[in-house]
């Protein structure tokens, strides 16, 4: 009897959960297929699942339950992978630029909301939504791009961290903005005293209790006990703030905060992200399954204008807040077509704002329609941005707004002699690459100079005397500047394959006969990047593969002219044996691979056929069949064997021959494994 109650209680929630990841496996397959983000096709799956769809899941209280799980382990997450080191880094983007764009996101989204009707109120609580950005879509794509370490790339994840950490106050402001306290300045009071509570318990927890308590758990090298530990961490912390009046999302970040100021962090955040995506997929589905697909076909107008409002509107938020803190005005169109969409945090503070009455349904299906198109068209845009930007810039504008764009970007360049440089190097791209290279050619005395985006890093190598200019070389000012039309050979050492191809035929345009040496990520922009006018372009993935085997061949004691002539038919042929499963190569060149081998061997017995006796007694070659090649005794390693040399006891040998032989020889002079 009990079986049958408990199997039945069970029913409901087991087959929502199979029906739940089922259906998401096709629909994130389809929108992995047309390269859309995997959130949307979570939303898409509760979309088709909920209520307003196939009605297919019952237990939608279960589902919440679920992704409140969910935002609790992401919280937790974002509190481990908090480090104030790197925060400190890039201080100014993240507590000025970041600072400044969410509020003018906020002020402008304030003014339009009230333009419309809504109290301030809720107005307020429009701006904190409008105001984050999906971090989850773009610092993947920027990552699958290489872009995150780019002045732009560095600038949105400033503000992208910003904005995560933002979120928790929001929460926490969101009860006081619905008119849950009636006394405001109290309120504010009192989650002053128990936020200051909070802050200390977590210092001395950070300092003195969890790093013991991981310390004693590590040493039982128990991963399951680490884990549990993680995740009684999380929890308890989550509801002792809870008991406080506070949210669970920030007992969640704090307790991330506590464990990311010990050593065992990012270990931890390994385990723990299996089970944050898990949950995580429930809360975007659970949001999904609120959206209602026909509303948004009836008002798909209207939702398409404010979609295009949301975007000049965040766009310009996010330009302005970047020139704020110095960047050029391509840099800060840049970031603006960055950060344009409404992110994923703010589907989770639009639920509080449902659970708080701060928004009716038909509201936020206005909102969850404008949230989901502009994450949709994100990767469509951000992979433009580059184009886009330059666009503006070369856009025909009036002159004196014109001539402020182009000296935004003008910064105090080195005094270069434009006469005397002739017949140089033009590096492009002043990262490992680009400072390698200059390295080289500065020992070969061959005249080069430098073009940097970064501005820091153009101050400092100024400072020490490097010809090193700042500028886009996609800009023609710039590329005159260096006197391109005499440089013999341009070297693009840049991460951005987009910035690259723009850079190429820009270089083409004013000098055709140049040689022109393009590095890229991937070599499938080999072709492309060729069409555009490089001459040899060096794909880092498959050049990483050639050292790597160049290595391996060495261990195989292939001769090293065999080696060098096979890596260059590799080249030659664009790569086509790492590209394509089968070896076709033009030249005919061939690995003969020998079958001796070389190895070392510590002699672990000090009686046996070939211990104590002179080496022409015991006649190693034709006995054992193997080459006495050095002799490593008391640390010092002997070549000029004689016959009178004797193997001892605590000998290290080095021996040449075939794999069998040196195995069975081995046998004789070492004890046998315990």
């Not at 469509?380 to 580059?386: A, G, Y």
């Not at 090193?468 to 005159?480: F, K, P, Q, R, T």
């Not at 590799?570 to 790492?578: K, Q």
């Amino acid at each position: 009897m009990f079986p049958t109650i408990l199997a039945a209680a069970e029913i409901p929630l087991l087959s929502d959960i199979v029906v739940i990841f089922g259906l998401a496996t096709l629909v994130i397959l389809l929108f992995m297929r047309l390269k859309l983000p995997t959130i949307i096709g979570y939303l898409f799956t509760g979309a088709i699942a909920g209520p307003y769809g196939l009605s297919l899941v019952d237990a939608s209280t279960a589902v919440d339950v679920l992704s409140e799980i969910g935002v609790i382990l992401l919280l937790f997450v974002i509190g481990m992978e908090f480090s104030l080191r790197s925060l400190m880094a890039i201080k100014k983007a993240v507590f000025v630029g970041g600072t400044l764009q969410v509020l003018f996101t906020i002020g402008a989204t304030m003014l339009v909301a009230n333009l419309f009707g809504f109290s301030w109120s809720v107005s307020v609580f429009f701006g904190f939504l409008f105001s984050l950005s999906s971090t989850a879509i773009v610092l993947k794509i920027l990552q699958e791009a290489g872009q995150v370490n780019t002045v732009s790339g560095r600038t949105t994840l400033a503000i992208l961290i910003f904005q995560d950490i933002i979120i928790v106050p929001f929460v926490l402001f969101t009860p006081m903005l619905a008119g849950e306290s009636d006394n405001v300045l109290v309120s504010l009071l009192l989650l002053g005293v128990k936020g200051g509570l909070v802050i200390v318990l977590t210092i001395l927890g950070a300092k003195y209790v969890i790093p013991r308590i991981l310390f004693r758990v590590a040493t039982t090298r128990n991963e399951e006990l680490f884990l549990l530990s993680i995740i009684v961490i999380c929890f308890a912390v989550a509801y002792a703030t809870s008991l406080l009046g506070l949210s669970l999302g920030l007992g969640a970040f704090l307790a991330g905060l506590i464990i990311s100021e010990s050593e065992y962090s990012h270990h931890a955040t390994g385990k723990i992200l299996p089970f944050r995506e898990i949950f995580l997929s429930f809360f975007f589905v659970s949001v999904g399954m609120l959206f209602d697909v026909s509303f948004l076909y009836e008002h798909l107008l209207i939702i398409l204008m404010l979609v295009a409002v949301t975007f000049v509107f965040k766009f310009a938020a996010a330009t302005l807040a970047v020139r704020a803190i110095g960047s050029s005005f391509k840099e800060a169109f840049i970031v603006g077509f960055s950060i344009f969409q409404v992110g994923e945090f703010s589907l989770l503070l639009a639920k509080e704002g449902l659970k708080f009455n701060l928004l009716d349904n038909e509201t936020y299906q206005y909102f969850l329609a404008i949230s989901i198109l502009t994450m949709a068209i994100t990767p469509f845009v951000l992979k433009q941005r580059e184009n886009l930007a330059c666009r503006i810039l070369n856009a025909p504008l009036p002159p004196k707004l014109k001539n402020r764009l182009e000296n935004s970007e003008a910064i105090p360049m080195t005094v270069l002699d434009e006469e005397a440089l002739s017949d140089h190097l033009l590096i492009i791209g002043y990262g490992l690459n680009g400072r390698n290279l200059a390295r080289a050619a500065k020992a070969a005395d061959i005249p080069f100079v430098i073009i940097e985006m970064n501005p820091e890093t153009v101050r400092d190598e100024a400072a020490k005397g490097e010809p090193i200019v700042y500028g886009d070389a996609s800009n023609s000012a710039v590329l005159e500047h260096v006197n391109i039309h005499k440089a013999r050979v341009v070297v693009v050492a840049i991460s951005n394959n987009d910035a690259t191809k723009g850079i190429v035929l820009n270089v083409r345009s004013y000098n055709l006969h140049a040689s022109l040496i393009v590095r890229t990520r991937y070599v499938n922009e080999i072709e492309s990047l060729k069409q555009l006018g490089a001459d040899e372009v060096v794909p880092e993935e498959f050049e990483t593969s050639i050292e790597i085997f160049t290595r391996v061949l060495n261990k195989y004691l292939v001769p090293k002219r065999n080696i060098a002539a096979f890596t260059e038919d590799v080249r030659s042929h664009n790569y086509e044996m790492f590209r394509y499963a089968s070896l076709e190569l033009g030249s005919g060149v061939t690995l003969d691979v020998p079958e001796i081998n070389f190895v070392s061997v510590e002699i672990e017995k000090d009686t046996g056929p070939y211990i104590g006796r002179p080496i022409k007694e015991i006649d190693l070659r034709e006995k054992a069949r193997v080459n006495l090649v050095a002799i490593k005794r008391d640390g010092i390693t002997e070549t000029n064997i004689t016959g009178n040399t004797k193997l001892k006891l605590g000998d290290i040998i080095y021996l040449v021959g075939k794999t069998e032989d040196l195995e069975a020889f081995e046998k004789t002079v070492t004890l046998p494994p315990t």
